[in-house]
């Protein structure tokens, strides 16, 4: 996904250029280079803002997702975007094109891995239960392999044998007897829980299958920067190029 802004140097330097002496001229680079970055970090901090206002608990991994390179007097661009690798799970630059570019979000790993045993149909999705949501309103990691174990989907995704049997080691566990599919008329179809109580067993969801969900777009990366740069850009040029005059030698 392209959820990447390349901040150029598009600023008005033709008239102050020809009024400079030569030693002032050779401080342009430096200026235009310090402005673009300035303004790389007002849209990064922009973007920020709308982050904090949209989203539903952002994870403090999804609030340090955006990132800025600095332009350079040989370089004058700076980029704004979103992450796109991590050392494990799934990068920003992925799980944010909804909210970034609207639309049905992607399947995610846990999803492919049902649909692949047809657990799931292929244009469904797992919405989990609101008991099983941690404070940032994502389920956990270890929650999808218990599930894909006890449901025999799990090797479809992990890589090696991860799927309940009937090993001593594995019924202990319990998860094969613990989660089960239902197919429901109503909207009771999804993945449920065997669950003892008090006053006897009982049974709840844990994901429910629905139909693609549509998301509207909540975080506007290229009006938020393109706001910005023309809010920003001259000004922080001007004001750059002070600076540069004032320490130029």
């Given at each position: 996904m392209a959820n990447s802004i390349e901040i150029s140097a598009h600023v008005d330097v033709g008239e102050i250029s020809r009024k400079l002496?030569?030693?002032?001229?050779?401080q342009i680079p430096f200026a235009t280079a310090l402005a673009l970055t300035r303004t790389a970090q007002l849209v990064k901090k922009g973007?920020?803002?709308?982050?904090?206002?949209?989203?539903?608990?952002?994870?403090?991994?999804?609030?340090s997702s955006v990132f800025?390179?600095?332009?350079?007097?040989?370089?004058?661009?700076?980029r704004v975007w979103f992450k796109d690798s991590w050392s494990s799970?799934?990068?920003?630059?992925?799980?944010?094109?909804?909210?970034?570019?609207?639309?049905?979000r992607r399947h995610k790993r846990f999803e492919k891995a049902l649909i692949s045993r047809q657990i799931m149909?292929?244009?469904?999705?797992?919405?989990?239960a609101k008991e099983f949501l941690n404070q940032y309103?994502?389920?956990?990691?270890?929650?999808?392999?218990?599930?894909l174990s006890g449901l025999g989907a799990a090797e479809m995704t992990s890589g090696y044998k991860a799927n309940a049997t009937n090993s001593r080691r594995s019924r202990r566990k319990g998860n094969a007897d613990r989660f089960f599919v239902l197919h429901g008329l109503d909207r009771s179809s999804g993945i449920w829980e065997r669950k003892a109580t008090r006053w006897g067993d009982a049974i709840r969801p844990v994901f429910l299958f629905v139909d693609a969900p549509y998301y509207k777009v909540r975080i506007p990366f290229e009006k938020i920067a393109a706001n910005i740069v023309k809010a920003h850009l001259q000004r922080e040029f001007e004001?750059?190029?002070?600076?540069?005059?004032a320490t130029a030698k």
């Open positions: 002496s030569d030693l002032a001229k050779k973007t920020l803002d709308v982050m904090r206002a949209r989203l539903d608990r952002p994870t403090p991994i999804t609030m800025v390179k600095p332009a350079t007097k040989a370089r004058l661009e700076a799970g799934i990068p920003a630059d992925r799980y944010m094109q909804p909210a970034v570019l609207g639309g049905a149909k292929p244009n469904q999705y797992a919405v989990p309103g994502n389920i956990t990691g270890g929650l999808a392999k218990k599930v004001q750059a190029m002070t600076k540069a005059l």
